[in-house]
């Protein structure tokens, strides 16, 4: 009971993090409403609200972690699945092991939180 109240503080806190990250690199054409991380089954659920569209897109990365490359880190995701399934196709088409780059500051308080 207490291991899962601990895994739960730790996703919600990595959660508005990587909101903030995904949110400053899609603020053109949406931003993400509802980010939930789950450390221990390594996946991130997203509901996006893209510009111009009346539902949401329902997102899931089925694997992530994070890297470090010449001082930068990055959040890696692969296996994404959407609600609509043309937009599966893209992301395991053209998308998979995608790369996004995290700010050093917030990638200091994932490091302390992981």
């Known amino acids: 009971m207490f291991n899962k109240l601990l895994y739960r503080a730790k996703d919600s806190s990595l959660s508005l993090g ?3 990250v995904i949110n400053m690199k899609i603020k053109n054409f949406g931003n993400v409403s ?8 390594k996946k991130i659920y ?8 009346e539902k949401t897109l329902e997102l899931t990365a ?10 930068k880190y990055y959040l890696v ?6 609600s609509r399934k043309w937009l599966t196709i893209v992301f395991k088409t053209y998308m998979d092991k995608q790369e996004i780059e ?7 308080v994932i490091e302390a939180v992981i």
Not at 46 to 51: I, P, R
Request: positive net charge.
């Open 46 to 53: 997203l509901d996006v609200n893209l510009k111009g569209e």
């Open 102 to 108: 995290v700010p050093k500051e917030y990638m200091k």
């Open 62 to 71: 089925n694997s992530y972690f994070f890297k470090e490359e010449k001082d």
């Open 18 to 20: 990587i909101k903030k």
């Open 77 to 82: 995701i692969s296996d994404v699945t959407s």
């Open 34 to 41: 509802k980010l939930n991380l789950d450390t221990k089954n």
